[in-house]
Every structure is written in structure tokens, then in C-alpha cells.
């Protein structure tokens, strides 16, 4: 009888366990949509931000409008990661995607300024041996990100002038699908004409190129800005789907190993139970077999 009650007691503790479990699935579903929706906000204005910068850098090179940057400096790196855990290996993948894509002489000891985002992702860069600049913790939710990116632009002013960065790389990890993603890198500064003046780019929206009157330095700086702000949104928001990815994918693989532990329990029960009702029917057997027979 106590071996029923250790069995039901095992078996109430799974079942509320799984429930926690799914609880956290929907919870993950429900955050990643929120992501979502915060970079799809964005797209309008980022579109506006990229079209003013393709017009100002029409008549301007690269020197023009980033001579702060030292060729010669140290590369800085701005890598996003986890706060919170049962993620995964989401704080492992995109640190070693990180050393990977960098150059053998770029990672050799004091050649990289490092900035985290995520506490996790601080200590995995600190077992590597690494020395970090700047730290934030990643933001809890949408409403979140915006206050984060701004501190994070305040401290790149600091960083690059202090590290006299050559350029600046952010390291992320992107969603892919509802339980997946891919580890994703980019520069951040300097920026490529490239990027806006390419082949295949969207062609201008109308018949007529817009004119502006305030000085051109003032304009262009203010729009970087908010260029570097809309790329790092994006990047905070995009790993922070990937992060809640990853922790669907974790919560499915705890999930399944729950319904074959919660299976195992419950047939051990259910043969306990049969047993003991077989013994039970035996002894009533043989009792009256012993009253027929006297």
C-alpha cells in the first residue's frame, strides 16, 4: 500500500510538472509574437531612416562620414545573448559562431573589444577568457527594448573612442522558425554604401528627389543615429525571439521526456494496482475454498 501512495505521489508531481511545462511553451509562443510585432513597427521608419541616408550620401564617400573610426584599431564586438536560462545551448551556439567568424589574429588575447547583452552570455564570454567592456542585461519585453537600445548607442560613443575601434560587429542569434534559429552577424560601423546603393535595391518611392535645408553634417549624424538605433532594435528584438525559440524547443524535448515518464509511472501503477487485486482475488479464492472444504 505505501508503494501505491510513493507511485501516486510520483505521478501527481509529473503531471504538474508537464503542466508547468506547457505553460511555458504558450508563455514562449506568446512572447516571440510580441517580438514580432515590435521589429514589423519599425519597418516603416526604418525604411524612412535608410531613404534620407541614401539621399545625403548621394554626393559623399566613406572617409566623409566616418572619420572617427581608426583602420588600424581593434574590432569591437556587441554580442546579444540570454538572461534567463532553460534556452538551450542559445548562449553556447552564438559565442562559438562568434570566435569561428572572427580572424585568428583578431581573437588573440587584448585584440577585441567585447560589449554583452544577457548576463548568460557574459559568463560564457568570461570561461573563454574573455575581458568585457560593457555590460547590459537583455530586456524582459517589448516595452524594454527601446530603453536598452539608447543606453547601448550612449555607451558606443564612450567605447569607440576609448578602444579606438577599427569597426564595430554585432553577434546574434536569429529565428528561424517556431522552435528554431540561426546564429546571424553583421557590421554595424562603419556602413557600406553598399547597402544603399546597391543594383537590386528598392527603387526610389517617387518621381522626385526630396531637398533639405538643414546643414548636411547635422542631418546625416542624426540619421545614423537613428539607423544604428533601428539595426540594434532589430537585433535585440530578433535574438530575443530566438531566444524564446530555443526555449520552445527545450520545453518540447522536456515534454516529450515527461509523457514517457509519466507513461512508465502509470503502467508501473497500473500493474501494481492489478497485482494487488489478483492477490487480493486469490486470497478471497482460497478462503472460501478452506470453508468448503471444513
Known amino acids: 500500500m505505501q508503494h501505491f501512495d510513493v507511485l501516486k505521489r510520483s505521478i501527481s508531481s509529473t503531471q504538474d510538472l508537464q503542466s508547468v511545462v506547457r505553460t511555458m511553451k504558450t508563455l514562449a509562443a506568446v512572447s516571440i509574437r510580441q517580438y514580432e510585432q515590435a521589429v514589423e513597427s519599425l519597418e516603416d521608419f526604418s525604411e524612412t531612416v535608410e531613404l534620407g541616408l541614401k539621399m545625403v550620401l548621394l554626393e559623399m564617400n566613406q572617409e566623409t562620414y566616418a572619420p572617427e573610426l581608426q583602420k588600424d584599431g581593434p574590432p569591437g564586438i556587441i554580442i546579444f545573448g540570454s538572461d534567463q536560462g532553460m534556452c538551450g545551448q542559445f548562449n553556447e551556439q552564438i559565442v562559438t559562431y562568434a570566435m569561428e567568424h572572427l580572424t585568428s589574429s583578431e581573437t588573440a588575447f587584448g585584440q577585441l573589444a567585447w560589449m554583452s547583452i544577457g548576463s548568460r552570455i557574459e559568463d560564457r564570454l568570461r570561461d573563454s577568457g574573455r575581458e568585457i567592456d560593457f555590460r547590459f542585461s537583455q530586456a524582459s519585453s517589448a516595452t524594454g527594448i527601446s530603453p ?22 554585432i553577434f546574434y542569434n536569429r529565428r528561424v522558425s517556431a522552435s528554431s534559429y540561426k546564429p546571424h552577424a553583421m557590421q554595424l560601423w562603419p556602413m557600406s554604401r553598399k547597402r544603399f ?9 517617387s518621381r522626385s528627389l526630396p531637398f533639405y535645408t538643414m546643414p548636411r553634417p547635422i542631418l546625416l549624424s542624426r540619421l545614423i543615429r537613428q539607423f544604428l538605433f533601428v539595426t540594434l532594435f532589430r537585433a535585440c528584438a530578433e535574438s530575443l525571439a530566438g531566444e524564446n525559440a530555443s526555449r520552445i524547443a527545450s520545453m518540447q524535448a522536456a515534454e516529450h521526456n515527461i509523457g514517457e515518464r509519466l507513461f512508465e509511472l502509470q503502467s508501473e501503477f497500473n500493474q501494481q494496482r492489478q497485482t494487488a487485486i489478483t492477490e487480493e482475488l486469490l486470497d478471497v479464492v482460497t478462503g472460501f475454498e478452506a470453508l468448503k472444504d471444513s
Open 148 to 169: 536598452l537600445v539608447s543606453n547601448i548607442l550612449l555607451c558606443i560613443d564612450r567605447w569607440r573612442n576609448q578602444r579606438q575601434l577599427g569597426e564595430i560587429r
Open 197 to 205: 546603393f546597391q543594383e537590386d535595391h528598392k527603387a526610389w518611392p
